[in-house]
């Protein structure tokens, strides 16, 4: 099946750099000193692209039955299911575990304004002060 027969782009890819970094982490831990030439890669690209499709295309299609419009997780799961992939489920429920628990415990990011804790007519007094004293530092130079 081709790109084309799932509404595709050819353009699609997968970062060469990081494809070949991950290649090499895998392969470093093989000691019979393979290597991986570079049009393997790109084949090895092709393969995961078009896998990527074929999960994403019929996990559209389980989200469409079901009236949604976001693709979710167990949309995914279906698919990798129907499409007999089912052995790779237990793994992406876990990366997606693991992603949930990130996103809970990431922490609401605050401005420097919020992290200072002055208020801002006390941050425009320091900056007045850091201003004044940039100026007097100037003038006395040589």
């Keep these: ?84 992939f089912g052995d790779y489920v237990p793994a992406i429920l876990e990366v997606a575990a693991d992603y949930k628990k990130q996103q809970a415990s990431r922490e609401k990011k605050q401005s420097k304004l919020e992290q200072s804790g002055l208020t801002e007519e006390e941050l425009l007094q320091q900056q007045q002060e850091l201003f004044r004293l940039a100026t007097d530092k100037f003038n006395a130079a040589p």
């Design 1 to 84: 099946m081709s790109d084309r027969e799932f509404g595709g782009n050819d353009d699609l890819s997968l970062p060469k750099a990081t494809v070949q970094k991950i290649i090499n982490e895998i392969l470093q831990g093989d000691d019979s000193g393979v290597s991986f030439a570079k049009d393997t890669r790109d084949l090895l690209i092709e393969c995961c692209v078009e896998f990527i499709t074929l999960i994403s295309s019929e996990a559209n299609e389980i989200a469409e039955k079901e009236a949604k419009k976001t693709i979710a997780c167990e949309h995914v799961k279906s698919a990798l299911e129907e499409l007999d």
